[in-house]
């Protein structure tokens, strides 16, 4: 999971950011990416030149520049909290992530100033007017590439009040936490092998179309094929095909192909390595054609299920449903990421 986190200077960001990082959260912030950027100019970090490079760079490369750099970075598999979210075009950028979060943190003006005071660091301002004046250049002034922190507020999938010590707000972030941990949803095994068939099919050396199969029992995987050419032949796209490497129109020269198709390499793989495949389910990312149709019969499959329909394939599920096996497509939305 990502949980962005957004709210005015001294709020507590930061103390929130080292909170999850003690519980296994990898940390990034925005703010870094506009230091560095400020590093290569030979500029101060102070709150002004954050300020004014982080609205330089979102007018150049649009609103949500910043957290488009910090995804490229983030590594699969952990949780992740990124700070200083500013712009709605960040919250945009990071909610193409089905697992993000945005949570705003909320504190009084003359508890944030107090903080700041503290804290020290350059450019906070020295008074509660000037405190005061520096965030106002950080409120929605209807400039998209200028930060709009009270939009971004409104956008929060949740808000925790900072307004007592660090152990009621640790006390708040462990309720809200356990709920956002735990709430997650698991993809369904229709969902699971299908994806598992599309990264498969990334193995196919196939130039015309890259196919895959995965067959199952028990909700184990047992074999797994991808289209191509024959084992110990030249592959598909280093010329080893005459059909595939002519161009051919869709549908002619089809006696010339020499690539096998991904749910016949399936089965011809776990009959190489001695695995009965009856009672099985085979996945494919596409409909089985009409040869792969009786290979699919015979070697026992009970199910099929696809992901896209194959042309001219008609025959070849007529033909299933006559023999009993049960046929279904199953449609995954969008592509594989890996």
Same mark, same amino acid.
């Given at each position: 999971m990502i949980i962005g986190l957004t709210g005015k200077n001294g709020a507590g960001k930061g103390e929130v950011a080292r909170y999850l990082a003690?519980?296994?959260?990898?940390?990034?912030?925005?703010?870094?990416?506009?230091?560095?950027?400020?590093g290569r100019r030979g500029l101060e970090s102070s709150r002004e030149n954050l300020i004014a490079v982080g609205n330089e760079l979102r007018a150049r490369y649009g609103p949500g520049v910043l957290a488009e750099r910090i995804l490229a970075g983030l590594s699969a598999g952990r949780h992740h909290v990124v700070d200083s979210i500013r712009n709605p075009g960040e919250v945009e950028a990071l909610r193409q992530r089905s697992?993000?979060?945005?949570?705003?943190?909320? *504190?009084?003006?003359? +508890?944030?100033?107090?903080?700041?005071? &503290?804290?020290?660091r350059l450019g906070d301002g020295a008074s509660l007017e000037e405190f005061a004046r520096l965030e106002e250049e950080e409120l929605d002034r209807g400039v998209p590439e200028r930060q709009r922190l009270d939009r971004?507020?409104?956008? *929060?999938?949740?808000? +925790?009040?900072?307004?007592?010590?660090? &152990?009621?707000?640790?006390?708040?972030?462990?309720q809200l936490l356990r709920g956002w941990l735990?709430?997650?949803?698991r993809p369904g095994w229709d969902e699971y092998f299908m994806r598992i068939a599309q990264v498969v099919a990334r193995r196919s050396n196939c130039v015309k179309r890259q196919v895959a199969a995965v067959i199952v029992r028990d909700r184990r995987i047992i074999s797994t094929g991808y289209n191509g050419t024959p084992r110990g032949t030249r592959n598909c796209n280093e010329g080893g095909c005459p059909r595939c490497g002519s161009a051919a129109q869709a549908g002619t020269r089809l006696e010339e192909c020499l690539c096998s198709h991904g749910e016949e390499n399936a089965i011809t793989q776990a009959a190489y390595h001695g695995i009965s495949l009856k009672?099985?389910?085979l996945y494919s990312?596409?409909?089985?054609?009409?040869?792969?149709?009786?290979?699919?019969?015979?070697?026992?499959?009970?199910?099929?299920?696809?992901?896209?329909?194959?042309?001219?394939?008609?025959?070849?599920l007529g033909l299933l449903e006559e023999a009993g096996v049960a046929v279904?497509?199953?449609?995954?939305?969008?592509?594989v990421s890996i």
């Open positions: 003690d519980r296994s959260f990898a940390v990034a912030s925005l703010s870094d990416v506009l230091r560095e950027e400020l697992d993000f979060k945005l949570l705003c943190i909320r *504190a009084p003006q003359s +508890v944030r100033f107090q903080r700041a005071v &503290e804290r020290g971004v507020e409104e956008l *929060a999938d949740a808000v +925790v009040e900072n307004d007592g010590d660090l &152990e009621q707000l640790h006390r708040r972030l462990e735990t709430g997650f949803k009672g099985a389910t990312t596409f409909a089985p054609c009409l040869l792969c149709t009786k290979m699919i019969i015979n070697a026992g499959i009970t199910e099929v299920i696809y992901n896209e329909d194959y042309p001219l394939n008609q025959n070849a279904r497509r199953f449609k995954l939305d969008g592509g």
